[in-house]
């Protein structure tokens, strides 16, 4: 057979990277061996990282016996002018080099025979942890059929259940580029780490103990902690895992730096692989310092271990920063149900999980419900949380009079506080050993509920085919109830995963497929919908546009004793988006300006529930910010005669939807 | 054993009317045969139609072997104090009278041995025709199980299918009063007719034939048509069917008559017995006459055949007169997706079936989906109908040149007006004729779809409970598809026929099942959330308060191709109408006028798509509204703290869902 490898090594070097593993196997099957580089190549003439149209041309190039060379480039052109002629004459030149290149840049790689005589342990001899080195690689390298059942047993993965803390070990390489820290151009302000899709970049504050212990590559390279007396004495540090970013450049394009200097730039993987070390210290060994900034802002944010960490999203992902921010909020008390869709396959592709857990062994419990039973899935999570608070409760009570006078004391406390999920932490240690101590027999069954004395922070999470669509049913009977849950839709307003088909989410004008010739309706409205019952706490957020309101919304949300809805506004690489995903910061900023995506937090605690948290929109930007995107921008060709009307349509949906905002501020006012 | 039958007979006419089936088993059985007239108990102590309490003491008192009847009495007197005692003492006292009086009027009636020599002959033996007289009686006497399978294989019963027109021919002679018309005061307005909501009450015109032809009950009592020189010779009769009417007085309660004088009123039932027969003929031989007057009003409207009569609803439903109404507008074309819940029992009590055909064989399809999936089911109609007549046209389109002129030009005529089902069926007849003698082979193929030339009126049906609850999450997601369909909403604000369960479409501080203490949060407002959509007609309508407008919503619904959904006022036995179900037509009068129930129609082909069909609403008579019914009016005795201000709150949410209306109004200028 015939090996082909897109890779950016050659030469000698390239045979240093192969593992023996791989050498082996193309030496025993005699195997014929090219390498391409796909990547410098697509750069080169200008097809930024789109390697797909290449390596097709290099397929049928070292397959002749599929198809005739001559005959498949005639069918690929045509293909090529198909699904690009509506682009223009430019676009199909590049695609036909591209094809040309694909053919020509092709480099045999001679096969050493003596490569059959490297010996290859396999990954059980290898293994140092046998969940880590060798029951989630077999999976990944797809040889599960050949785990024993012992490893399940002995692993306790019976129920079905993973540990947490997978994915930053995988250390997958995927970028050919990543930033770097320029500790002389930073202000310090932690935009580089609230915006990170995979939180692979990250702020510390050291103190002298963690510098002496602190690996050379972070020692040399600190800078004094800026921000007052307070942090003095203390170095500070961004860290970047090289082997875990995916190059995706949000962090230096929102790098504020000094005076037009940025203190990010990007730099070939290769010259970085070493700073590895420095954040498997600082990630996993040092101190997540959040006493010294509040949290409320961005900079102090920064400072928080995020527990949704190296998630195998698209590189600039506009849903992953929000699932990231939560995770730092509330991560020791999560419990999430997730719906399936792109946030189901990028926290959780089996055995791969994004989710850690801290020093103190907590953490978020994540499980995936298929889409239309998500919301009801996590409503049951709440009920089964409130049965166990319960069950202590009633166990506290019936004992009460017979305990000890401290347990007494800190039990009545606990159930003064019970819902107050700090106090609860700060009691339980010592309640526990009370109880474990205590006399009084029928207070122990209260051990049986050890994992239970904090209260969840139970989360609903999915996209917009599930909250709008397939699951929007149940979603809706759920937030008319009263009971404290907090759903987050990622709304990209199409269906992300499975390839952009229309969702009641995608605005009109939007082209998506089943929409082909650009969605004729108005994009629903579920946040107005969750305002009508009144007790719900609904917000409507875009990190771009304003990150604090989105801390914000994110903690009232968490905070308020009843169903609460944050619909996040999600740039997604089915947007096409003209200006790149690193633009998507800024997509955003757009998009609330122009009224688009308006954003405001309803609390029903308040007297006058609605807060608009955007200036009025400037509709006149409108036209130019959707036509930065392809799903919008592809209208005039596909469909020249209603091009206009949809758009103007849209801008006239999207008033209405501010005009109601206006409509609802009116009436509290009236109402009060 | 023992007997007991509660009836409003005595002595010989007990015995006479006592069917010899029954005589004979009483007899065979050596039973002890009671009876009781709690009937008239129940009015005479002033407990309405009420007399559940009453047949319960008389269960007890002829059972002391079942519990020692002073005990029982005892224990039932304990369960009126704790069911009743928030309503007061006095009717806690009486109830307590209710139970004496069912204890005390019990009469025994002696078993004549003859009885058990009677001949009775077998249904089957009695059958004129199998289905109707053999079929359909052995299921509903719960005899089924003994009908052996060749009736249903001769019947064409192997799919699941029942016929039409059965819940006509049950006569159950329900009602102790039914109405009678009264020539000499009557307009002619049709009133009567169209609030009955079991079609037992119908207007005709009759021409001399049908004069001629008809009973001496018919043809000694009719009055001159009335409405000018068009309907000059012709008869006019109002025709009771009393076997069939249950007896709820809306229609006398209607009755406009003359200066005072009411055209109906009500009479005991055994006193009109022979009207039957007028029915008998007028119902089912005269012809329906809708050419005379406009069936956009309430007159012309009561001249049109219900497709959907004799409802096993409750006496006074507020369902059912717009289940009739529809029936009468789209009968012929109609195909129907029925929700479960009320509804659905009422309209097909398995074999009962409300539906009926008309003289050219034509009338609804109905089927019962389980709730969720409802709004589907009917869409999928859809999809199959527009199949059908897509099938239809390529058939037609690929054998237009091979045809003879005349049918070439009726093709033509057929396919340029496929969606006009007016037009299709004047085709029909000759068309089909002309295809079956045609030389053309290939256009025969048209001939598979016979039943569908004419295009479906496709009909989605069911409560509030379906609608905003449990089948909400596919109705939404068939409102955003561009369908044809037509979807109906009783809205009775609560859970009917699972006997009162709180559904999101109860008003706040209304008192249900699962909201014991008043429902908290806001009526969801389906309505709305359809119009958001832009593209959806929308209509709220509420019979009572604007008949005319509740035929033009239906008739613009049904002519808009696109999804509709209706939202339909209903008054209901569970709501506790103080002034009595009789006076629910007033009800609905009032509940637009103090804005609880907004009636509007949303026309999406429109300029300006919003009418708003009510004047400003007058918010001061919405507490006295809502007082008039139990489910508000028990408030401030089951939660005195919070009731004032759950009413005030549901007086504010009316008034923001009136906002609502008056702020799209704006918008729509402005869009304009």
Known sequence: GTFLLNTTFEGEELIKYLPNKVKKLLALKKAKFYVINATKIAESIGMGNRTNTILQASFFKLNPSILDFDLAMEYMKEAVVKAYGKKGQDVVELNFLALEEGARALKEVKVDPKWQEYEVRSLKEEAKDEYY??????????????????????????????????????????????????????????????????????????????????????????????????????????????????????????????????????????????????????????????????????????????????????????????????????????????????????SAAAPSTVFCTDENNEGPAWANSLFEDNAEYGFGMRMATNFKLYAIRRIMLENLEKLEPELKMLVGRYLDNQSDKKIAREVRPRLLELIENSSCEGIKEVLNYKEDIVDKSIWIVGGDGWAYDIGYGGLDHVLANRENVNILVLD?????????????????????????????????????????????????????????????????????????????????????????????????????????????????????????????????????????????????????????????????????????????????????
């Open 133 to 346: 080195d060798y029951y989630i690689p077999s999976i990944a390298s797809l040889d599960g059929n050949n785990l024993p059942v012992s490893v399940f047993t002995r692993n306790g993965l019976l129920d079905g259940t993973h540990k947490n803390g997978v994915s930053y070990n995988e250390k997958r390489c995927t970028a050919s580029e990543v930033p770097v820290w320029l500790k002389e151009n930073c202000i310090q302000c932690g935009r580089c780490v609230f915006v990170c899709p995979h939180a692979t970049i990250r702020a510390f504050l050291l103190d002298e103990d963690e510098v002496a212990n602190a690996p050379d590559i972070v020692k040399n390279d600190l800078a004094d902690a800026l921000g007052g007396p307070s942090v003095k004495g203390l170095k500070y540090r961004i860290q970047i895992s090289p082997e875990n970013c995916v190059g995706c450049k949000l962090c230096v394009v929102e790098c504020l730096g000094k005076v037009g200097k940025k203190a990010l730039e990007m730099r070939d993987i290769n010259t970085q692989l070493e700073q590895g070390v420095g954040a498997d210290y600082l990630y996993k060994k040092v101190s997540y310092k959040t006493n010294y900034f509040p949290t409320t802002a961005v900079k102090g944010v920064s400072f928080m271990r995020p527990y949704f960490e190296v998630p195998g999203a698209c590189a600039g992902c506009g849903e992953t920063p929000y699932y990231r921010l939560v995770s730092q909020l509330f991560g020791p008390d999560m419990l999430i149900a997730n719906a399936t869709g792109c946030s189901s396959i990028y």
């Open 492 to 672: 990209t307003e199409v269906y992300s995963n499975t390839g952009g088909q229309a969702s009641k989410a995608s605005q009109t004008g939007a082209i998506a497929k089943f929409a082909a010739s650009g969605k004729k309706t108005a994009k629903k409205d579920l946040a107005a919908l969750a305002m009508s019952y009144k007790h719900v706490y609904v917000a409507q957020v875009a990190m771009g546009a304003n990150p604090v309101q989105v801390i914000k919304a994110f903690r009232e949300a968490e905070s308020y004793d009843g169903p609460s809805i944050i619909v996040a506004y999600s740039p997604c690489i089915e947007h096409g988006i003209k200006s790149g995903m690193d633009s998507h910061q800024e997509v955003q900023r757009k998009a609330v300006a122009c009224g688009y995506f308006p954003i405001y937090r309803y609390d029903p605690r308040k007297e006058e529930p609605l807060e608009i948290d955007c200036k009025e929109p400037d509709y006149d930007t409108f036209r130019d910010f959707v036509l930065n995107e392809t799903r919008f921008n592809q209208l005039p060709n596909v469909n020249p005669e209603n091009a206009d009307e949809l758009l103007e349509n849209s801008k006239n949906y999207a008033k209405d939807r501010y005009d109601n905002l206006v409509n609802i501020l009116n009436q509290q006012k009236r109402n009060r």
